[in-house]
Nanobody, 115 residues
Framework: QVQLVESGGGLVQAGGSLRLSCVAS????????MGWYRQAPGKQRERVAT???????SYADSVKGRFSISRDNGKNTVYLQMNSLKPEDTAVYYC?????????WGQGTQVTVDS
Protein backbone atom coordinates (compact mmCIF):
# COMPACT_ATOMS: atom_id res chain seq x y z
CA GLN A 1 0.00 0.00 0.00
CA VAL A 2 1.49 3.28 -1.11
CA GLN A 3 1.60 6.00 1.49
CA LEU A 4 2.34 9.62 0.70
CA VAL A 5 2.70 12.14 3.48
CA GLU A 6 3.04 15.78 2.55
CA SER A 7 4.15 18.49 4.93
CA GLY A 8 5.59 21.96 5.01
CA GLY A 9 2.67 24.08 3.92
CA GLY A 10 1.55 27.18 5.67
CA LEU A 11 0.57 30.79 5.37
CA VAL A 12 3.08 33.12 3.78
CA GLN A 13 3.06 36.59 2.33
CA ALA A 14 3.44 37.14 -1.37
CA GLY A 15 7.08 36.95 -2.29
CA GLY A 16 7.85 34.51 0.48
CA SER A 17 9.13 30.98 0.37
CA LEU A 18 8.16 27.55 1.59
CA ARG A 19 9.67 24.13 1.26
CA LEU A 20 7.31 21.20 1.01
CA SER A 21 8.28 17.62 1.77
CA CYS A 22 6.70 14.35 0.77
CA VAL A 23 7.71 11.10 2.39
CA ALA A 24 6.74 8.09 0.33
CA SER A 25 6.52 4.43 1.15
CA UNK A 26 5.09 1.31 -0.41
CA UNK A 27 6.99 1.60 -3.66
CA UNK A 28 10.57 1.42 -4.78
CA UNK A 29 11.10 5.13 -4.42
CA UNK A 30 14.51 5.26 -6.03
CA UNK A 31 13.15 4.10 -9.39
CA UNK A 32 9.87 6.00 -9.22
CA UNK A 33 9.24 9.21 -11.08
CA MET A 34 7.68 11.63 -8.63
CA GLY A 35 5.70 14.79 -8.93
CA TRP A 36 4.02 17.60 -7.10
CA TYR A 37 0.45 18.55 -7.91
CA ARG A 38 -1.85 21.21 -6.58
CA GLN A 39 -5.54 21.87 -6.47
CA ALA A 40 -7.17 25.17 -5.72
CA PRO A 41 -10.87 25.49 -4.93
CA GLY A 42 -12.94 25.28 -8.08
CA LYS A 43 -10.00 24.21 -10.21
CA GLN A 44 -8.71 20.94 -11.55
CA ARG A 45 -5.70 19.35 -9.99
CA GLU A 46 -2.67 20.44 -11.96
CA ARG A 47 0.87 19.22 -12.29
CA VAL A 48 3.39 21.54 -10.72
CA ALA A 49 6.64 19.68 -11.19
CA THR A 50 7.99 16.23 -11.83
CA UNK A 51 11.35 14.63 -11.22
CA UNK A 52 12.92 11.51 -12.62
CA UNK A 53 14.62 8.94 -10.43
CA UNK A 54 17.94 10.51 -11.33
CA UNK A 55 16.86 14.04 -10.54
CA UNK A 56 15.90 15.58 -13.87
CA UNK A 57 13.09 18.05 -13.29
CA SER A 58 10.22 19.44 -15.30
CA TYR A 59 7.95 22.32 -14.33
CA ALA A 60 4.66 23.84 -15.19
CA ASP A 61 5.09 27.15 -16.97
CA SER A 62 3.32 28.92 -14.14
CA VAL A 63 6.03 28.02 -11.63
CA LYS A 64 9.10 27.80 -13.81
CA GLY A 65 11.91 29.84 -12.38
CA ARG A 66 10.29 30.06 -8.98
CA PHE A 67 9.89 26.46 -7.83
CA SER A 68 12.47 23.72 -7.62
CA ILE A 69 11.78 20.02 -7.15
CA SER A 70 14.38 17.72 -5.69
CA ARG A 71 14.58 14.32 -4.11
CA ASP A 72 16.56 12.36 -1.58
CA ASN A 73 16.33 8.72 -2.49
CA GLY A 74 17.96 7.73 0.77
CA LYS A 75 15.08 9.35 2.66
CA ASN A 76 12.31 8.38 0.24
CA THR A 77 11.49 12.06 0.14
CA VAL A 78 10.69 14.52 -2.60
CA TYR A 79 10.82 18.25 -1.96
CA LEU A 80 9.35 21.32 -3.53
CA GLN A 81 11.16 24.56 -2.84
CA MET A 82 8.78 27.40 -3.58
CA ASN A 83 10.15 30.90 -3.89
CA SER A 84 8.59 34.19 -4.93
CA LEU A 85 5.20 32.87 -3.99
CA LYS A 86 2.12 34.48 -5.47
CA PRO A 87 -1.48 34.45 -4.29
CA GLU A 88 -2.34 32.26 -7.28
CA ASP A 89 -0.08 29.57 -5.83
CA THR A 90 -2.60 29.10 -3.06
CA ALA A 91 -3.76 25.49 -3.18
CA VAL A 92 -3.52 22.14 -1.52
CA TYR A 93 -0.30 20.53 -2.67
CA TYR A 94 0.02 16.79 -3.16
CA CYS A 95 2.73 14.44 -4.23
CA UNK A 96 2.31 11.30 -6.27
CA UNK A 97 4.01 9.42 -9.03
CA UNK A 98 5.34 11.57 -11.80
CA UNK A 99 4.38 9.29 -14.68
CA UNK A 100 1.52 7.29 -13.30
CA UNK A 101 -0.54 7.98 -10.23
CA UNK A 102 -0.78 5.70 -7.27
CA UNK A 103 -4.33 5.09 -6.16
CA UNK A 104 -3.75 6.48 -2.70
CA TRP A 105 -3.22 10.22 -2.49
CA GLY A 106 -1.95 11.77 0.69
CA GLN A 107 -3.72 14.35 2.77
CA GLY A 108 -1.94 17.16 0.98
CA THR A 109 -0.54 20.25 2.57
CA GLN A 110 -2.22 23.62 2.38
CA VAL A 111 -0.27 26.53 0.97
CA THR A 112 -1.85 29.92 1.38
CA VAL A 113 -0.18 33.00 -0.03
CA ASP A 114 -1.46 36.25 1.37
CA SER A 115 -1.50 39.26 -0.90
Amino acid sequence: QVQLVESGGGLVQAGGSLRLSCVASGMIFSITHMGWYRQAPGKQRERVATITPGGSASYADSVKGRFSISRDNGKNTVYLQMNSLKPEDTAVYYCNGGRMFFDSWGQGTQVTVDS
